[in-house]
């Protein structure tokens, strides 16, 4: 039996190493094919190091003799010692090749070696990518703390891709120094550029109810109160229960509202764990004022609260800790010399989950799952196996396909959309959803279908377009190591799902990259899939007709227009955050902000749309704010599922009426480009609006009152926006 | 150095975020001001991931130097 790797590392024991003992080694390296556990990775790096500092000038000789390994292990070898002796340019070279190969923690510490030669070889423009991935597939505290500290280091030299900036303060009871590092990585990992405030020690109310505190000058968009549950005080059983939790839920409600209304930030409140090691043991949460029950109560008191209130949203610790496995989520050690909580390893845990709900708040929820199908939603292989061969139900492995098609229903009720992406002839592929009786998705879930054999990258980027969606809001889902390997090189964008090879795991391993996770569901989220496949249909109709008004008349369009109240804020603050294509201005905005607007009396118009093929819902957005006897029109943005249908003239016809009637000398536009919304750069020329003024990036444009802008003809329109700005 | 060493210095050098830094068993919060409580606890999680052990609330506490904190390290079997 050969010498396995790890055993070899150890008989090698401490340098300096004998030449006949390094060509043993160096023998095994060559010839060790299985993978890399990242302890030998580890191992192997040390020895690098190792070797370097007792002889420098061997090294690159060592390292061209490992040029012929074969596996993994020899070749991280090679480029640990040319990266141990300076040569980043080859090393780096050596870490490409070994970048799609490996999973997890692996996958991490692989991308990590790969940015940081990149960064010391004067590439500092190609990390990204690698550092991104080491971000998103650590779970180590470690890991991600370099990651942090590489990107601190990049970001000097060339500019980081983010899809957002935020201002984040971190409050808590504990220490939570140690959190802010590895978010911020977790958070460079879902494309957000995090600016961090840590507050002093437990002092998180004085520092939210101090207008002179460093967290008021900080100005953050998102506050998080990282409360724990041993700062609630509670003993083991409380007398009056009622009590305690009415006054917890009130005392944080009020720093809720102090958060939103002062400092017009977003709350992020983290609930409490219920600890594993009570001394009333079960009847901690079965007596009424056991602490297990009333921890469990704040939680549920919270949970409504927030639904109460806009702009907060509960980060569920007690759930995060119970994944994560209690017995480790504490450190009795850390919390009693350094008042740590939770435990460093499950920092990370905490981090992943607080950045899947920052995303939710910034809109960066992914939108579609892109689905293979054999071996993705059921076993075999449809096109050979045919309908009765395939694993469907009716058995183990069949019954982890119907619990995954399952739990793939249920993400559209969220508002995701689900699209097939598999290499099948059309006819075969839809049979199943036509036919099997045990298949839980229909063809109504599928928003895009493409089953053909053109490359996946192709389809992938067809299904965005037809979804009208960016790539970097898709999630790929395949069975095939070689199909997400070539659509990471391919579209780095999209997300891909590291897929286990047992079915059973599947769920788990979708959820757990938490990329579906939002604040609120709209009416428009559930309806989604619906209104996609509407659209398609909108378009085959568009190809039968002669001209664009012809179809746009057949459409039968009805708007409603109206001014932003209660009811339709969410779906509104959801809007602002996530538009892209048509957007003028891109301003993102949080629930507290839209209503400081209204409050200082800008014109807000929510617009509602509906046709012969269904009802898109709330999807146009305008707020023009007063400004030296005119309106600025601050923000207007439509959601790219009713582009194209004349309805931004509807809109804009609606404010221009508004500014006659309360004698608004003018009205203008604003224009700021970005990636994405080139779209929309000539929208207030189409208008007729004329150019005014430029400054920096943007362009002004003016709209002279007197002038009349009609509805289009073929657009019925019932507009309230009127009524509202005279009451005010 | 030791492998050990090696790894140790490792620790260090990302603890106190310094990637020149030589590991020499006099650096204690006397010698280097960097070293405050943070640190401290920077440099404890950090032992414990690479080498996988978990160190008592005394030995957490007694590790005042790089000497004493190999010598709690091979206390507990690290290079053996």
């Not at chain 1, 299904?463 to 395949?478: K, P, S, Y």
């Not at chain 1, 009205?667 to 189409?686: C, H």
Request: with cysteine.
């Amino acid at each position: 039996m050969p010498l396995s790797l790890e055993l070899g590392l150890l008989l090698l024991g401490e340098p300096p190493y004998s030449a006949a003992k390094i060509s043993e080694l160096w023998e095994l390296a060559c010839s060790h094919e299985a993978p890399c556990a990242v302890a030998d990775l580890t191992r192997l790096e040390h020895l690098a190091g190792a070797i370097v500092s007792a002889d420098a000038d061997s090294a690159p000789g060592l390292a061209a003799r490992l040029e012929s390994a074969r596996g993994d292990c020899g070749c991280w070898l090679r480029a640990a010692l040319l990266e141990a002796c300076g040569y980043s340019e080859e090393a780096a070279s050596v870490l490409r090749l070994l970048r799609e190969k490996a999973a997890g923690e692996e996958r991490a510490w692989i991308m990590l070696a790969s940015a940081r030669n990149l960064l010391a070889a004067g590439h500092p423009d190609q990390i990204w990518y690698p550092l991104a991935e080491a971000c998103k597939s650590s779970a180590s505290p470690r890991t991600l703390r370099n990651a942090a500290r590489l990107l601190a280091q990049a970001r000097k030299k060339a500019e980081a891709p983010f899809r957002r900036r935020c201002r984040i303060a971190l409050l808590s009871s504990v220490t939570i120094d140690f959190l802010a590092p590895i978010l911020r990585a977790q958070c460079f990992g879902a494309g957000i550029d995090a600016e961090f405030y840590i507050g002093p020690f437990n002092q998180y109310e004085q520092e939210i109810r101090d207008p002179a505190s460093g967290l008021t000058r900080f100005r953050p968009a998102v506050i998080a109160i990282g409360t724990d549950w041993r700062s609630l005080g509670l003993r083991d059983e409380e007398e009056s229960p009622a009590d305690i939790i009415r006054e917890h839920t009130a005392r944080l409600e009020s720093l809720w509202r102090e958060s939103r209304e002062r400092l017009g930030a977003t709350v992020i409140q983290f609930n409490y764990e219920a600890p594993p090691c009570e001394a009333l043991g079960h009847l901690s949460a079965a007596l009424p004022g056991g602490r297990g029950r009333l921890l469990r109560a704040i939680n549920l008191a919270l949970w409504e609260a927030a639904t109460r209130t806009q702009g907060v949203a509960i980060l569920d610790v007690d759930q995060i800790a119970a994944r994560f496995g209690k017995d480790r989520w504490s450190d009795p050690v850390l919390w009693h010399t350094a008042k740590q909580y939770p435990s460093a390893e499950a920092m990370p845990a905490l981090g992943h989950q607080l950045t899947a709900l920052l995303r939710a708040i910034l809109g960066l929820t992914a939108k579609c799952v892109a689905l293979d199908l054999d071996g993705v939603l059921w076993g075999g292989v449809i096109g050979e196996d045919g309908l009765a061969g395939i694993q469907l139900g009716g058995g183990p492995a069949g019954e982890a396909f119907v619990d995954f098609q399952r739990y793939l229903q249920s993400l559209t009720r969220t508002g995701a959309l689900l699209a097939i992406c598999s290499k099948n002839n059309p006819e075969d592929a839809v049979l199943p959803f036509r036919q099997h009786p045990e298949m839980v998705l229909r063809e109504r879930d599928i928003a895009v279908f493409m089953a053909n054999w053109k490359p996946k990258e192709d389809n992938l980027r067809a299904i965005a377009t037809a979804m009208n969606i960016g790539l970097d809001a898709m999630v790929f889902v395949d069975d095939n190591p070689a199909e997400r390997s070539r659509v990471r090189q391919n579209l780095p964008e999209v997300a891909v799902v590291e897929l286990p090879a047992d079915p059973a795991q599947y769920v788990a391993a979708v959820s757990r990259l938490g990329l579906f996770e939002t604040i609120a569901i709209t009416r428009e989220d559930r309806e989604r899939t619906a209104s996609v496949r509407e659209n398609l249909e909108r378009k085959a109709l568009e190809s039968t007709t002669g001209s664009v008004d012809d179809y746009l008349a057949q459409l039968d369009i009805h708007v409603h227009l109206a001014p932003f109240d209660e009811v339709n804020l969410p779906r509104i603050v959801q809007l602002i955050n996530k538009t892209n294509q048509f957007n003028l201005t891109t301003r993102r905005r949080g629930h507290a902000e839209v209503r400081a607007l209204m409050a200082a009396g800008a014109y807000t118009q929510a617009m509602r749309t509906s046709d012969r093929f269904g009802d898109s819902g709330l999807t146009g957005v305008l707020i023009a704010v007063p400004e030296g006897g005119g309106l600025r029109i601050d923000t207007w943005l439509m959601s790219c599922r009713v582009l194209g249908r004349r309805l931004d003239e509807a809109m804009f016809a609606a404010l221009v009426r508004y500014a006659a009637e309360n004698r608004y000398t003018d009205i203008t536009g604003e224009y700021i480009p970005t990636a994405k919304n080139s779209q929309v750069a000539d929208l207030y020329t189409r208008l007729g609006c004329v150019l005014s003024d430029q400054e920096d990036e943007s362009r002004f444009f003016r709209w002279e009152t007197g002038k009349i802008f009609p509805v289009p003809g073929m657009i019925a329109c019932v507009d309230v926006t009127q009524r509202a700005g005279a009451a005010v | 150095m030791t492998l050990t060493d090696q790894r140790l210095q490792q620790i260090f050098r990302e603890a106190f975020e310094n990637d020149k830094l030589t590991l020499t068993d006099s650096l204690s919060p006397e010698t280097m001001p960097a070293w405050d409580s943070l640190a401290h606890v920077k440099l404890i999680m950090g032992c414990e991931e690479e080498f996988g052990i978990k160190f008592t609330i005394d030995e957490t506490v007694e590790s005042t130097s790089a000497g004493k904190l190999k010598a709690v390290l091979a206390s507990k079997g690290v290079g053996r």
